[in-house]
């Protein structure tokens, strides 16, 4: 691993030879790099000297192509679309698609060192890079006691470091504690950390998801956090966990890190900072800034398959402490024993996560970091921040519409103005029931917009509600996307609203 270990330097510096021209999903190349890829595994397998198995019921592969296309096809949705944005995307590039076949024909379960030592030692150093493209803190890399690991999702990169916080202050205080430990987020803080909760066993009524508002941009507020904490501590309960958000699920907001890591700090708690979607942007220097304050947490993880060009499953984690998830997770059975593992000079990543077997995702991240470069990467994400500003001062444009939130990152919660509602004037209600009534037609009217937006099938977009307000959700983010793509979905949107606010108020509540 020398070789690989060399090429961290020249990553960082992005001198990265044989680099891919930045369109990561150019046909040509795809085509052209898939024979090489292909030829290679046809290699690769012509050294195995066992028969396959293949089924008595054979069907061309032309046949097989022609079934997904007539059969498969239109019942996808097109999450690679330039068109696609809705969530957050999923994107990918040549590099990660050939990272998956390579990963596919190895098909090697890296689950201990000893098992494929090159699967373990290239995702080390793939974190490692990765860990200092974000300016990690030291203590989060090898070189400072700390470490990265490649996790399915966000969902299980909470659940091993709830999984490792739980552990911890149950060998202090016994296990009939657990019914009295507390985890804390915000209102805003993702589904997922309430799967996680449940998963490892904290009991529902101490999940603790607390109010944001509008005067803190909907982040989860220091003073609340210890408001909660001191109450749960005077009812005899023990704080144990806290998930800080940067770039929340649906606006986009951003938790304040460092006043909430001192707030926990105060009282032993495990820090966790889910950077799912917006991790990606703090490899640019001007947005790493999101992130300051990570110095204070225990365990920081983002999902490379959300906007670094990797397809699905990266989920990229760091913690200050590995062994506290090797003392949680880790099982010695006597078929795994080795010489390596017993040399404690090697990493077992199955100790670090919660299956035993793993696949080889190193590879596809590796590929990307290696083919784009650092400068290349920086660009990419930059551009989609770029399209979003486009977006918003489109919507700024039209006096129908208002952009609802800040914009951080590259996402854009926009709606149709109360005033654009009819039977209101100026944006006041004309009715005898007032504001809730005029939140819950503006709200109706919004939805009625996407629903048509949607059913055009030109676009995808999705929704959320925020303190009471239904906004669309224009998320950029797929690597096809353009200013062309931005500008038509623009066009849509209007289209539709323009329909919607032209009909009588009696068919606007039809509609």
Known sequence: MKSLQCDCQHLLENV??????????????????????????????????????????????????????????????????????????????????LGEMLCAGFNVAGFNWVSSPAATELESLVMDWLGKMLDLPRPFLPFGNGGGVIEGNTSEAIICTLTAARDRVLRKLGHNSIAKLVVYGSDQTNCSFQKAARVVGIDPRNFRALKTTRSTLFGLSPDSLEKAIRLDINAGLIPLYLCATVGTTSCAAVDPLEPLCKV???????????????????????????????????????????????????????????????????????????????????????????????????????????????????????????LAKLFEELVEEDPQFEVVFPINFALVCFRIRPSGVAGMSNGHADNEHGEAWKLNEVNRLNAQLLHAINASGRVFMSHTTVGGVYVLRFAVGATLVTEKHVIMAWKVVQEHANSLLSMPASEQHSA
Request: hydrophobic letters at 40%; proline letters at 5%; charged letters at 20%.
């Open 16 to 97: 990265v030879g044989n680099k891919i021209a930045m369109n990561p999903l150019d046909p040509g190349e795809f085509r052209r790099q898939g024979h090489m890829v292909v030829d290679f595994l046809a290699k690769y397998y012509e050294n195995i000297e066992k028969y396959p198995v293949l089924s008595q019921d054979e069907e061309p592969m032309e046949a097989i192509l022609d079934d997904v296309h007539q059969h498969i096809f239109p019942g996808l949705t097109h999450w690679q679309s330039p068109n696609f944005f809705a969530y957050y995307q999923t994107n990918t590039s040549t590099a990660a698609i």
């Open 264 to 386: 926990a700090s105060k009282f032993s708690m495990w820090i966790h900072v889910d950077a799912a979607y917006a991790g990606a942007s703090c490899i640019c220097p001007e947005y790493r800034k999101f992130i300051n304050g990570v110095e204070f947490a225990d365990s920081f993880s983002f999902n490379a398959h959300k906007w670094l060009l990797t397809p699905l499953d990266c989920c990229c984690l760091w913690v200050k402490d590995p062994n506290a998830l090797v003392n949680s997770l880790s099982t010695d059975p006597e078929y795994l024993k080795n010489e390596a593992t017993e040399s404690k000079q090697v990493i077992d990543y199955a100790d670090w996560q919660l299956s035993l077997s793993r696949r080889f995702r190193a590879l596809k991240l590796w590929l990307v970091l290696k083919s784009h470069g650092v400068q290349n990467l920086r660009s990419h994400i930059r551009n989609h921040c770029r």
